[in-house]
């Protein structure tokens, strides 16, 4: 992304230093340490990124230097925050306003719950340039559509009279950079702004900031779990464990030769489009509990050889499918056209098979999987189970069906109950599809369930709340064993979580489908984990699938402009030189 070479920090005053911050937060049982002790600088010009697991005290940091953490239960036991040689923790909180959103701002991760939905969005970037910068109205909305022309966002002089719920969430993205950018601040603070973003629109938002960067000389500070984009992105690297900085320095220093076992696991976790293990490293295998390094066996680095499974027999297989959406208008609510969610696909999944499915939101990779499943209805086409048509069963039989058919859904957080206990929701399809003997016998089951997913058995008296989101997916792969499938559906079932997380999942998935025979349609927007995982790739643009074939030969041999596309705004994540030692290596 960047055209000059990264290097380290500039020789000149840094324009935010952080010197020994402390923050903690008071529970009612104990006193928590978000972050400890942590200090590093940001020079102006140049993008630090800040990188670690949830949990590890990033956005902590963030908040502490625009003065937002909530006072209680948190406050700030030691250190300075020197933004030009002034401390802001001895800033008032109006002088503290007059700071934030002028000379630093701060884009945050989700942008859908980041504009207020009720008001447009040049009333949202006007407000900032009134506030801070006096202009009247008139001016300042003039100034806001300039805005919205500088970031990317096409027919500005309309889409400034949007509402959020109008807008993609690409657009909405850029219109959270557009409000940051407004006062020209000199400090800006990106959290995780392009977790929930495509690939493709991650590497438009990335450039983007990067072009503001140069054009306004700004210091950056981003925050991630992926040192993917980091590699990309920054020029120095402070990596961040359990609420302490465990290393830093430049960026291809870090890759290439780091020293804390932690940025070791983080950098081998991420899947790569070639040259990856038969099962992906995590930080467990560099590092144990207690953060004291391991030595890793080198059977972890053999290399992944994926079997042909062609001669499989057909599983499943899709006809000519159509999924269409009426759009309706006028008084009487006529169909004036439809929405082509998925349209005309056709295509075959092998026992045994990972069929992976990639392609930007909205191409239809979800109906499709919705569709195959009849959790959505079809307007036209066949889905043939195992010489079974599923669309001609209903009732009983289509229960029945189910039961060998499951899903995994993208977020594990709104996919569990929380009223209901971890036994309860995992034997509550047992009860429902008359799988157990009785209540004891699937309770028992369940429990050899939680050991399949490495989960503890105790731990089936739990709520979903006790639980981070790597073990809720954990529980939602158990609840879709729970009636002993043969066929699952995983839908974006690892983007919402760590890199590290995502590598134990993955590994996970593949360990249960090799023990059980298991077959997979695994749907992403992130190529390099279907390349990953995957025995071939379809890869879906409008509801059409544009071409399918095997993983290898879709990331060596493209036959469309869209994948290409796709594969050239996946973060590279790594050094030419690492990448070389990893081949090596394997």
Not at 141 to 163: C, T
Not at 477 to 500: G, K, Q, Y
């Amino acid at each position: 992304m960047r055209s000059t070479p990264k290097t380290g920090n500039a020789m000149t005053d840094p324009l935010l230093s952080i010197r020994d911050l402390t923050v903690q937060f008071q529970t009612q049982d104990e006193t928590i340490t978000a972050v400890n002790h942590v200090s590093f600088d940001i020079p102006k010009g140049k993008t630090v990124g800040l990188v670690g697991e949830s949990g590890s005290g990033k956005s902590v940091t963030s908040l502490a230097i625009m003065g937002l953490i909530p006072q209680p239960p948190g406050r700030i036991t030691s250190g300075e925050l020197l933004f030009k040689g002034e401390d802001l923790l001895k800033k008032s909180e109006s002088e503290m306003r007059k700071i934030r959103g002028d000379r630093i701002s701060m884009i945050f991760q989700e942008p859908m719950t980041s504009l207020n939905p009720v008001f447009r969005i040049g009333s949202q970037i006007a407000e900032v340039l009134m506030l801070h910068r006096g202009m009247r109205k008139k001016e300042a909305w003039e100034k806001a559509e300039y805005l919205l022309d500088q970031v990317g966002i096409p027919d500005p002089k309309k889409k400034i009279r949007a509402y959020p719920h109008e807008l993609s969430g690409g657009q909405k993205q850029r219109v959270m950079i557009a409000m940051a950018i407004a006062c020209e601040p000199e400090l800006l603070i990106c959290d995780e702004p392009t977790t929930a973003l495509d690939v493709t629109i991650q590497k438009q938002v990335l450039d983007l900031m990067l072009d503001l960067q140069d054009k306004y000389h700004m210091g950056m500070l981003f925050i991630t779990h992926d040192l993917g984009v980091i590699a990309d992105l920054a020029d120095d690297v402070v990596v961040m464990y359990r609420s302490n900085i465990v290393e830093t320095g430049p960026v291809d220093t870090i890759f290439t030769n780091a020293k804390h076992p932690y940025t070791k696991g983080l950098i081998a976790c991420r899947p790569l489009l070639e040259g990856n293990p038969r099962r992906l490293l995590t930080v467990a295998d560099y590092m144990d509990e207690a953060g004291n390094e391991k030595i890793v066996p080198a059977e972890r680095f053999e290399p992944m050889v994926k079997e042909d499974k062609s001669g499989n027999p057909v599983l499943l297989e899709v006809k000519n499918l159509k999924t269409w959406f009426p759009v309706k208008g006028g008084f009487f609510g006529t169909t004036k056209d439809h929405i082509k969610a998925v349209d005309d696909v056709s295509l075959t999944v092998h026992k045994g098979e990972t069929l992976g499915l990639v392609g930007e939101s909205g191409c239809g990779k979800t109906t499709l999987g919705r569709t195959i499943l009849r959790l959505q209805s079809a307007t036209d086409g066949e889905v043939i189970y195992d010489g079974t048509s599923i669309m001609d069963l209903s009732g009983e039989a289509l229960r029945a069906m189910r039961s060998r058919m499951q899903i995994i859904f993208q977020d594990p957080y709104s996919s569990l109950n929380p009223r209901m206990t971890i036994g309860d929701i995992l034997t509550e399809p047992m009860a429902i599809h008359g799988i157990g003997d009785n209540k004891k016998d699937r309770y028992a089951r369940a429990q050899e369930l939680m050991r399949k997913v490495d989960l503890k058995p105790e731990q089936l008296s739990r709520h979903p709340h006790e639980f981070s989101g790597g073990q809720r997916q954990r529980i939602c792969i158990a609840r879709a064993l729970a009636v002993e499938p043969e066929f699952i559906i995983c839908d974006e079932s690892v983007s919402a979580l760590d890199v590290s997380v995502q590598a134990q999942v993955l590994n996970l998935l593949l360990d249960l489908q090799e023990e059980m025979g298991l077959t997979y349609i695994f749907i992403s927007h992130d190529l390099s984990v279907v390349n990953f995982i995957s025995d071939r790739v379809g890869v879906m643009y409008q509801g059409r699938l544009l071409e399918l074939d095997t993983a290898e030969e879709i990331y060596k041999n493209p036959k469309t402009d869209y994948t290409r596309n796709l594969l050239a705004a996946i973060p590279k994540g790594i050094p030419k030189s690492l990448l070389q030692q990893r081949r090596n290596t394997l």
